[in-house]
Nanobody, 119 residues
Framework: QVQLVESGGGLVQPGGSLRLSCAYS????????MGWYRQAPGKQRELVAT???????NYAVSVQGRFTISRDSDKRTMYLQMQSLKPEDTAVYYC?????????????WGQGTQVTVSS
């Protein structure tokens, strides 16, 4: 059973920084892309950033230059370093991974971690 667990969320002042982590566990044969998504109250879930198995990254325009996605395969963890945070970054952040276990590739989600940017 594959599980994704996010951590690192919290309350931060505008202009501050946070680092989110997403640890995966279980019988993982291979991982294709991984990514971070977020959902603010009353809004649809949106893409924040993705990273492929080859390390290619992609970012939403709203976070380019402020957020950095990375992954450490040895630690089985993906990260999202967030800097220069703005109130509009407030949301529940979810990690996602396309994982092959014993069958075809499946998309897995974490339970989410709350990020609140407020003074």
């Amino acid at each position: 059973q594959v599980q994704l667990v996010e951590s690192g969320g919290g309350l931060v002042q505008p202009g501050g920084s946070l680092r989110l982590s997403c640890a995966y566990s279980g019988s993982v044969f291979s991982i294709y892309a991984m990514g971070w998504y977020r959902q603010a109250p009353g809004k649809q879930r949106e893409l924040v950033a993705t990273i492929t198995a080859a390390g290619r990254t992609n970012y939403a325009v709203s976070v380019q230059g402020r957020f950095t996605i990375s992954r450490d395969s040895d630690k089985r963890t993906m990260y999202l370093q967030m800097q220069s945070l703005k109130p509009e970054d407030t949301a529940v952040y979810y990690c996602n991974a396309d994982i092959v276990t014993s069958g075809p590739v499946r998309s897995y989600w974490g339970q989410g971690t709350q990020v609140t940017v407020s003074s």
